[in-house]
């Protein structure tokens, strides 16, 4: 029993802790000392044989799980496969590096499992475990990147500091170099980046360094400023030391002027923060110099006086309409020569007194040259000499009103007015001539013609002729009504031609037209012989129709038949009225349409027919009943009777009948009722039933 627990208690695993291994010998012992005594209580040799048996097994049992160490060798495994995925997955790091830290981690987890399996109790191999996983998460830094980054971004940071402190550059300038420097490093700093061994990410350092170092921080728009107003200013100098007619003083008091001008511009150059207030600078200095000009003052301004008499009298010329442009020229000539000769006098002297002796001789000659116009004042004298004769002339007709006389003079003066208008706006002498033959041509064009008369009598002339056609083209006129029409126009026209040609102003001309068209409109002939002829046979027609409608023989197919006969003879009439040229000719067409009218007369055929079937069906039925033996006297009188009411009922009926389609209907009703009326024949037929 001894050696079994001893067995056991040896057979424990390395993986169990000292907590663990206590646990399980004091299992053991109570083991022990539950068998012992068993065994002493044992009374064969089966039941100790069952003590033992049991024991080796409960001790067989005892077998307790390792739990802390396998718990933490796994928490230090996880941890290690963790963090292999995470250096793995670090991009920062390079190949060199990683494979660095995965050996470091790799090493620690093989330290922890040692440490963990030699640990004693839970503490130490917390302890161990603990360590190795401080070991396993420790960071991983990319120290070959990062100190690649810092090196170009301590490049870029100096170049910076070159560029902010160079202050020849415009702020544009320095915005776009830095930006250089910032797009240079962003680009070093994605190679490095990018770089996955230790020599890549070296080569690109160094790459990045030297491109940050070739940036070249040169200022060029302000020294290309200041070179153009120094060039400007160069030209300038140039220009006034080539300068005619300048004094020595005036030379050097123009330099001295352009010296300042160039030091002011280029100090504002220097001012200037960025492009556009450099290039404003520049140009403001460029404009500046410019304006910088060594004038001649005494000699310009005694040729600009000479000039400005000259222009103005030069614009007296021009502005004088009664000039050609020939003249003027000759004279604007004159003038012309007059001031070149005073600009070389007056170069060529040599004091301030000569100048002006030559400059007021000059402007004295200017003046006093005379101004003469003639073509223009000749050819309007021509104008007004033909006119005077038209004149004359217009006055002398006595063909004219009062009115036409002095519309003619109007117009002689609109014309001669026109061409001398013409005249004087024509600007040379070939224009003067042209508008001289043409005003000469309208004014002997204007011819005096009593036009108001003549005018008059063709509206005369032109109404007759309208009034002829409407007499000639009325329809319905008999041959008197035409004839005294036209005599009557005749008389008319007459009398207006005869008193337009004695008034004696376009009023009376005017008065007597107006009288005379209003005669000849107001003659308007009536066709008054047809029309009392027609109207005559529409009466008659009227009074036709209307007897054949109050008719109440005929039924409507037999009235509208009678009215159409009515209605064709009053056509036939009226056409024959109308085609009758005479008086007497319509009065004839007249009394046979009449007549004609008159001979119309309804035919009743279909209800005294009807009539006619009625009384022939009575008399029928009389002599029936007359024949009937069986009827006593009073019964055959009340039979008649009573026929004779169905009688009067047929005719009636048939009587108001309007159509032949209603007659019809009302002769085949009554005469029906008739046929089948059965008188009663019962007081001789009771007496024999009674016997």
């Known amino acids: 029993m001894r050696e079994a627990v001893s067995t056991a208690l040896n057979a424990t695993s390395s993986d ?22 068993r065994i002493l209580a044992a009374t064969s040799n089966d039941n100790l044989e069952q003590v033992v048996n049991a024991m080796l097994a409960e001790i067989e049992a005892v077998k307790p799980k390792a739990i802390v160490k396998p718990a933490a060798r796994k928490a230090v495994e996880e941890a290690l496969a963790e963090r292999i995925k995470q250096i793995q ?35 130490e191999v917390e302890s161990a475990k603990g360590t190795a996983l401080a070991k396993i998460n420790a960071p991983a830094v990319p120290v070959k990147r990062n100190a690649a980054l810092a090196a170009v971004r301590q490049e870029a940071e100096t170049k910076r500091q070159e560029i902010e402190n160079n202050l020849d550059l415009t702020a544009n300038e320095r915005d776009v ?105 520049k140009t403001k200095g460029i404009q500046a110099i410019q ?22 009298k030069k614009d007296n010329i021009q502005q004088n309409p009664d000039l050609t442009s020939e003249e003027r020229k000759t004279l604007t000539d004159a003038i012309e020569a007059e001031v070149q000769k005073a600009v070389g006098l007056i170069n060529q002297a040599n004091s301030n007194e000569t100048v002006t002796a030559e400059k007021n001789l000059a402007e004295e000659t200017i003046a006093n040259l005379l101004v003469t116009p003639e073509v223009k004042p000749n050819a309007i004298k021509e104008l007004q000499d033909q006119a005077a ?62 036009q108001v008369k003549a005018d008059a009598l063709a509206a005369i002339e032109a109404a007759r002729a309208a009034k002829l056609q409407e007499i000639q083209s009325k329809e319905g006129l008999t041959a008197e009504e035409r004839q005294a029409a036209e005599t009557r126009l005749a008389t008319e026209v007459q009398t207006a031609k005869d008193s337009i040609g004695q008034a004696a102003d376009n009023a009376g001309v005017g008065n007597a037209k107006s009288y005379g068209l209003t005669a000849i409109q107001a003659i308007k002939p009536e066709p008054l012989t047809k029309q009392a002829a027609n109207e005559a046979l529409d009466n008659a027609a009227q009074t036709k129709r209307q007897q054949i409608t109050d008719n109440k023989n005929l039924t409507t197919q037999e009235k509208q038949a009678a009215i159409e006969k009515v209605n064709q003879a009053l056509a036939t009439a009226k056409g024959k009225v109308e085609q009758a040229s005479g008086r007497d000719d319509v009065a004839q067409a007249q009394a046979q349409g009449l007549n004609a009218i008159g001979d119309v007369t309804g035919q009743a055929l279909k209800k005294p027919q009807a009539n006619a079937d009625i009384e022939a069906a009575v008399a029928a039925k009389r002599q029936e009943i007359e024949g009937n033996k069986t009827m006593t006297s009073d019964e055959r009188q009340t039979a008649f009777t009573q026929l004779e009411t169905k009688r009067q009922d047929a005719l009636q009926a048939i009587a108001d009948a309007a159509s032949n389609e209603d007659v019809e209907q009302a002769l085949n009703t009554h005469k029906s009722g008739i046929e089948s009326f059965t008188p009663t024949a019962s007081v001789r037929q009771a007496a024999l039933d009674a016997f």
Do not use: C, M
């Not at 990683?98 to 330290?111: G, S």
């Not at 706006?425 to 001539?433: G, H, L, M, P, T």
């Open 16 to 37: 169990w802790t000292a907590e663990e291994k206590l646990g399980a010998n004091d299992k053991l012992l109570r083991i022990a000392e539950a068998t012992e005594a």
């Open 89 to 123: 997955a670090q991009g920062d790091l390079t190949v060199e590096e990683r494979e660095q830290y995965l050996e470091q981690v790799k090493q620690a987890a093989q330290d922890a499992h040692r440490d963990i399996l030699a640990s004693y109790g839970e503490v």
């Open 177 to 281: 170099l830095l930006g250089q420097v910032d797009q240079v490093l962003a680009a070093a700093e994605q190679a490095i980046n990018q770089g996955a061994r230790n020599a890549d990410v070296e080569g690109k350092q160094t790459e990045g360094t030297n491109n940050i170092r070739a940036i070249q921080v040169q200022a060029s728009v302000r020294p290309q400023a200041i070179q153009a107003v120094n060039e400007q200013a160069d030209a300038q100098r140039q220009a006034i030391n080539q300068a005619q007619g300048l004094t020595e003083n005036e030379r050097q008091a123009a330099l001295n002027q352009l010296d300042q001008v160039l030091a002011k511009a280029i100090e504002d150059i220097k001012a200037a923060d960025d492009n556009e207030e450099v290039g404003n600078a």
């Open 291 to 312: 304006a910088v000009t060594a004038v001649a003052k005494i000699k310009n301004e005694a040729i600009q006086s000479v000039r400005q008499v000259a222009d103005a």
């Open 389 to 450: 004769i038209k004149t004359r002339e217009i006055q002398e007709n006595k063909s004219l009103t009062d009115e036409e006389r002095q519309k003619f003079t109007q117009d002689l003066q609109q014309a001669l007015d026109n061409a001398k208008k013409r005249v004087q706006d024509a600007e040379n002498n070939q224009a003067v001539s042209d508008a001289k033959t043409q005003g000469l041509g309208n004014i002997v064009a204007i011819s005096p013609y009593g």
